[in-house]
């Protein structure tokens, strides 16, 4: 007898492109991705399944472990896909201290938006599952990295900091700092923009 699963399988490779060098179909990827952050979101790290995502995404589980090894890789990667976007659109504001104010405010507006809740949570997983938590680093620091060094060499190039400067001190630094902020019930508003980057941002990145 043919089980569901080897149904959904079987549609899954008659309906995907072969292995033999075209691409991936990217509206079935997008669709799990977004699936599988509309269900983080809904029921935390530890409850949802590769299973609720396929459903949602009306895909299979065939489809969803042929593109990603489980859930752990899944996670990692539409939270990596999801910041991609906005990071790259950061403004050249002229200077350093409007470049990380401009950095804060995106911050700022995730963290009190759907994601804030989400990043919370992917916190809890993380202090719970090392492997989880080393492989969330893995997946974003490197972006995150390559959008905010630009920060950096604009303000080196411009003589505002000397060489060396450290760009990943940033998203060691303000993500806690804000985060601890948020936590003890203050608001993530102007005033603290401007304190976490003229207190704490710009004299750590002048040695």
């Not at 043919?2 to 509206?27: H, K, L």
């Not at 804030?116 to 620091?141: I, K, Q, S, W």
Request: net charge negative; aromatic share 4%; hydrophobic share 45%.
């Amino acid at each position: 007898m043919t089980t569901r699963q080897e149904i959904d399988f079987q549609e899954d490779v008659a309906a995907e492109p072969s292995r033999g060098g075209r691409p991936r179909d990217e509206a079935r990827e997008q669709a799990i991705l977004e699936a599988a952050i509309d269900l983080l979101a809904e029921v935390g790290y530890e409850a949802m399944s590769i299973e609720g995502v396929a459903v949602r995404a009306k895909s299979s589980k065939a489809t969803i472990y042929r593109r990603w090894p489980g859930k752990a890789e899944l996670v990692a990667d539409a939270i990596r896909r999801r910041s991609e976007p906005i990071l790259e659109d950061l403004p050249d504001t002229g200077s350093l201290r409007g470049d990380l104010l401009a950095l804060a405010r995106f911050m700022f507006d995730n963290m009190e938006g759907v994601d804030g809740g989400l990043m919370c949570g992917l916190a809890v997983a993380v202090r719970a599952d090392a492997e989880f938590g080393r492989l969330m680093a893995a997946h974003t620091h490197e972006h995150k990295l390559r959008s905010i060094a630009p920060i950096v060499s604009r303000a080196q190039a411009r003589g505002e900091l000397p060489p060396g400067a450290d760009a990943s001190l940033i998203l060691q630094v303000a993500p806690a700092v804000a985060l601890f902020h948020q936590m003890n019930g203050e608001p993530l508003d102007v005033q603290f923009a401007e304190h976490l980057v003229d207190h704490i941002l710009i004299p750590l990145l002048r040695p």
